[in-house]
Structure formats: structure tokens, C-alpha cells
């Protein structure tokens, strides 16, 4: 059944239940993207654990995130269990050999694999703002935030870092809004509630170094397998937004960092978003823009994208048009959305005269889904009804012990499973406010000498008279004749404004230069 440079996804049969053929994905439209749709418990998971494994044995490199764990069953060799074994010979797969898979597992809480992180700076303020699900406002402020850090030589790394940042922001607002743009202490206000509200959801995690190397996801064995990275998700789920979040941040490092390379023989890597549907929830229009560019040019890097979830609708149109390998398994219709789901996934095949496609979805078995892919010179091929191979496998999760032991023996064991806190913005910014500071205390303290050495000398008399002058009428004190007074007053006035002036140059001074002279 397997045949070379293609993938087995399954067997098709006709309408009478004969076996008609195997269906197969060629590894070199693996990099166009794919649909994989159904109900819950249709099989969905099952489809994307035989075409991981396919990519892997093709010396594909695989990177997938594990929503329910049961994902995790990939890194053990498969059990020869009998619904497996039956469809085994249902399809012809002779022989049915098990083996286990190359597996790294990832874990942006660091609790069921090593640590995933990036920084601030490189998750961007566009991204971030959809983190935080900020308004346009708050979207400009981070924006400026940015353009602060990068001229000010203010590295972004964690939460402390952007706080420290906005702190400083907010303190210094109508300065640097005369410089980069308003800056409303509100919307500064509001960000920084946002960011505590992801420290307590766990982000603080998430951004920090050692940052995770794109590289590390796109590893090989020395047999010329693909390793199959599995980011533990469950946990993350509890934050559809940050996991969401993260996995668009990794399809853009990879669109940015990755060399062009045409229409390659097969994939450089592909990359599985499952849960799919909470990538376009709720999504700015400015955001679903850039999953449609990311997704659309990011193909000639090399790199496949396949979307799980379980409603084709959960895919914008404009997504959905670049995806051309497809697979759907059971819907139900019951609903007016539900059908109008049915009817989009039927219209989106090459019709097949041997059945109606629309029915058909309704009545797929579990295992079993409508498989279209492209061939030829790119076009899609006719719908079939097809019956997925079992896995090769351990088809269910991983023990505790057996995921230790996979990660003990990692490639990347070492590399992000410890905090590395270097120099950046926070610990800068408060270094130059006690600098700062440091300032201020001298200029006070040159300003109460400049005073003293104003009041503190000998008194101003006309020439003539000494200091044993007569005492005033009526027990008052004797003052200096006018004239010796007015002097007096004068020269004091002069010595104050001088040391008002040095105050008030230093203290700009320390407004522009507290972010190490923006200018420079």
C-alpha cells in the first residue's frame, strides 16, 4: 500500500462497500496546506496522529499541539488491539508493522516538557495586543512603547520589562507624547491591568529567555526521520487566547526566519493547528489579515499548515481557499448552522458522481471521512469516501513515567528548562532612575548652597555707619536704611534666579536622558 514519495491516508470504497483504492497525499503538495473537520469523536485526532507519522518517516519535521494529552501515545509503539488490527485488513494494509516516533515535548508551563518562551520583542505589539484583546487605543500606546524601547536601547523581554516601560510612560506622558504621539495615561493604566491579568493566567512563563530557536522544532534523527514536536495543551486551553496567541507567533517567526525555497520535493516542516477556531474567535479584522498572509506566502518556505477543528465555518473564506488537501469526517446537521456547515464542506470538494457528497458527511462512520488532495500539477483530486488507516503508534496517551523518560533523553534537554534573567529593560530603567535621583538630590543640594551662600555673609550698611546702629522707636528692631536693603535684595534675587536656572536645566536634562538620550 505505501508507495513512494506519498503518503497513505487510507482506502476508499464505493457505494456498495467494495474497496476501490488507497488515497494518498504527495509529499510534494505537503506544503499546501491543509483541512482536517468533524464532529467530536469522529476520528479528527486520529487523522492527524497517521499523517504526523507519515511526515516523520519522510524525514519531515512535525510540530503539533496535544489539546486532550492523548496525543502523546505517538512516542510508544503501537498495540496490536483488534479494531485496529480489523481495519487493518478491511483497507489490505499487509503488513501492519508498529513502531514509535521521534518526539519532543514542549510546555510553555515547563510541567510535561521543556519550557517554551519568546520575549516581548519578539512577539511584537500587534500580536500582544490581541493577547490582551486591547482596544485601538491601547493597541497605539504599545506601539509607541515599542518605538521607545527601540530607540532608547531598552531591551523587551518579560512582563517586568513592559511594565517597567509603561511605568515610566505614564509618569513622563506629555514629554513623550510631544515626541512620538499622545500617550493617554488611562489607556497606559489599562494595558497595565491587562498584564496582570496574564501574569495571574500564567504568561509570565511564556515571555523570558532562552527563547525558543525555530530551529529546535525542524530537527531530524540520524536515520533520517523527522522529529515530531507535541506542545502539551490541555493546561493551556484554560487560555484559548494566549494559546491562540502562540501558535500565530510561531507560524510568523517561521514565515520571517525561514529562507525561501520554492515548491521543494516535500515540506521543511508542517506545523498541525488544532483547536483552529480559536485562532479567528473574535479576531480583529487586522489579525485575520495576517494569518491569510502568513498562510498564503508562508508556503514557499517550505512549510505545510493544517487546520483541525471541528466546523469548516470556523475557517474564514479567505483562510480556507489556500487549503488545498482536505479531510472531513462526520458532521452533524441538525442545527440551521450546522447544516449550512454540511453544504459548505460538500461544495468545497471535486464532486464524485458516485454519491452525493452532502449526505454522505452526515452518515460517516468513526474512522472513516471524505479525503480530497491535490495531485497532478496542483489540482484537487475527486472526493472519495475513505477508511483512515489505523496508527502505527500507541493509539491513547502516555504515562507519567513514560513521557519522563522520552524527555530525559530529549535532543533539547538542557537548553530551556532554566530561567535566564540577563540586563534588559527593567533592571535598566532602574538604574537610570537612581541615577536620576542621584541628580536631583545634587541639584537640591547646589541649590540650599547657593541660598546659603546668599544669606549667610556680612549685611550691606551705607559708608559711615557701623553695626552699633541706634534702636528703632518703640522697642522695634532696627533694619538697614533703604538703600542697603534694597541692595541686599537684589543681590539675594540674583543668587536664587542662578540657582533656579541650574535646577531647572538639570531637571530636563534627567526627562530626556532617564531613557539613555533617545536621540542618540
Not at 513521557?403 to 535532543?411: E, G, L
Request: hydrophobic residues 40%; contains cysteine; proline residues 5%.
Amino acid at each position: 500500500m505505501l508507495q513512494e514519495g506519498k503518503l497513505y491516508i487510507g482506502t476508499s470504497r464505493k457505494p456498495d462497500d467494495s474497496i476501490n483504492k488507497g488515497e494518498y497525499l504527495e509529499l510534494k503538495f505537503g506544503n499546501r496546506h491543509g483541512l482536517i473537520t468533524g464532529a467530536t469523536g469522529t476520528g479528527k485526532t486520529v487523522t492527524l496522529q497517521i499523517l504526523a507519522e507519515g511526515f516523520s518517516n519522510a524525514g519531515v519535521p512535525v510540530f503539533c499541539a496535544d489539546v486532550k494529552g492523548d496525543l502523546s501515545g505517538i512516542g510508544a509503539i503501537g498495540e496490536p488491539k483488534d479494531f485496529l488490527v480489523k481495519r487493518a485488513e478491511q483497507i489490505g494494509l499487509t503488513p501492519y508493522d508498529f513502531q514509535e516516533f521521534p518526539v519532543i515535548f514542549w510546555d510553555l508551563y515547563g510541567e510535561k516538557g521543556h519550557r517554551v518562551r519568546t520575549t516581548m520583542s519578539e512577539m511584537g505589539p500587534l500580536l500582544l495586543s490581541r493577547l490582551m484583546n486591547a482596544t485601538d487605543a491601547q493597541e497605539g500606546v504599545l506601539n509607541i512603547a515599542f518605538k521607545i524601547a527601540d530607540e532608547g536601547g531598552l531591551p523587551l523581554l518579560d512582563l517586568k520589562d513592559l511594565q517597567a516601560l509603561l511605568n515610566y510612560m505614564g509618569d513622563n506622558a506629555s514629554e513623550l507624547s510631544n515626541q512620538f504621539g499622545f500617550i493617554s495615561k488611562s489607556s497606559v493604566g489599562s494595558i497595565q491591568r491587562e498584564l496582570l491579568i496574564l501574569e495571574q493566567q500564567g504568561a509570565e512563563h511564556f515571555f523570558g529567555e532562552p527563547a525558543l530557536k525555530i530551529t529546535d522544532i525542524m530537527r531530524t534523527t540520524n536515520d533520517g526521520r523527522g522529529a515530531i514536536s507535541v506542545l502539551a495543551a490541555d493546561k493551556l486551553m484554560m487560555n484559548p487566547r494566549l494559546y491562540a496567541t502562540f501558535l500565530l507567533w510561531l507560524l510568523s517567526e517561521l514565515f520571517e526566519e525561514l529562507p525561501e525555497v520554492g515548491d521543494p520535493d516535500k515540506p521543511k516542516l508542517v506545523f498541525f493547528f488544532d483547536e483552529a477556531h480559536l485562532l479567528f474567535n473574535d479576531a480583529p479584522k487586522v489579525l485575520v489579515e495576517r494569518v491569510e498572509q502568513v498562510v498564503r506566502l508562508i508556503r514557499s518556505k517550505g512549510v505545510g499548515v493544517y487546520f483541525v477543528t471541528q466546523n469548516p465555518l470556523d475557517v474564514p473564506e479567505t483562510v480556507l481557499a489556500q487549503l488545498g488537501n482536505r479531510v472531513q469526517h462526520a458532521l452533524r446537521a441538525y442545527s440551521p448552522r450546522e447544516q449550512k456547515a454540511v453544504k459548505t464542506a460538500a461544495d468545497t470538494f471535486r464532486p464524485n458522481p458516485d454519491f452525493n457528497c452532502a449526505e454522505v458527511i452526515t452518515n460517516l462512520g468513526t474512522g472513516e471521512a471524505l479525503v480530497s488532495t491535490l495531485e497532478g500539477k496542483g489540482s484537487p483530486s475527486m472526493v472519495e469516501r475513505t477508511l483512515i488507516r489505523p496508527p502505527a503508534s500507541r493509539l491513547g496517551p502516555l504515562t507519567e513515567a513514560e513521557r519522563q523518560q522520552v524527555i530525559d533523553v530529549s535532543p533539547v534537554r538542557g537548553l530551556y528548562d532554566e530561567d535566564f534573567d540577563r540586563e534588559s529593560a527593567y533592571e535598566l530603567l532602574a538604574k537610570r532612575a537612581a541615577k536620576a535621583a542621584e541628580q536631583a538630590e545634587a541639584a537640591r543640594q547646589a541649590e540650599e548652597q547657593a541660598e546659603e551662600e546668599t544669606t549667610g555673609g556680612s549685611r550691606w550698611t551705607l559708608p559711615g555707619f557701623g553695626d552699633d546702629e541706634r534702636a528703632a522707636p518703640s522697642g522695634r528692631q532696627a533694619r538697614p536704611r533703604s538703600s542697603g536693603y534694597q541692595r541686599e535684595t537684589i543681590v539675594e534675587a540674583a543668587m536664587k534666579s542662578v540657582a533656579r536656572t541650574v535646577a531647572t536645566q538639570v531637571g530636563r536634562a534627567l526627562v530626556r536622558g532617564i531613557l539613555g538620550s533617545l536621540k542618540r
